[in-house]
């Protein structure tokens, strides 16, 4: 009886164990993704905005939704289990200033938002885009690991 009592404890450990894991690569994967797809939005908006492809106002509306909506998630994917491992990129600044991180996806939602409602033709487009990027860029400063 003893036996089995403790079989049970530890196998119940290692499950705790497993799914922790889990919600962690899953956390990191989650984001990675998401951040992935902010970078795919982002190309054809980065060809207008240098001129080598014409307008595209579908295209730039979708990069804008992507942000607005991918920002609100990705504050929910940095858990404190999700440090290291999965080959992220994440600083550990992050977690030592969590209230400025995640303002900076809070202002990332908010400046897309005004900028899907400012942005009609290639002249507001110039105008506009460059303060949504800002923020790309404003956090991968702090927050992201340099390419090596
Ligand atoms: C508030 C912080 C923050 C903002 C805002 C932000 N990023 Fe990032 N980004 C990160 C972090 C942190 C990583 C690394 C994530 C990881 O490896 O776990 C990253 C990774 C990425 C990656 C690599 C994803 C991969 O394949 O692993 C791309 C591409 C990217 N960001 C594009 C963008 C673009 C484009 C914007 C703006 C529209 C943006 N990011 C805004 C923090 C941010």
Redesign the pocket.
Known sequence: MKFVVRTLVISAAAAIAISTAYAQSAA?AK??DI??G??D??KPVAAMLKGEAAYDGAAVQK?LAT?AAG?KE?KGL?PDD?KTG??????PA?WADKAK??G??DK?AADSTAAAAAIKDEASLKANFGK??G??K???DD???KKS
């Not at 999965?86 to 600083?91: E, I, P, Q, S, Y």
């Open positions: 990191i984001r990675k951040l992935k902010f970078g939005a982002t990069a942000y920002a990705l940095f999700s999965g080959d992220t990129a994440a600083l992050i991180f995640e900076i996806f990332l949504v990027l923020n790309c404003a956090c991968h927050f992201r690991a």
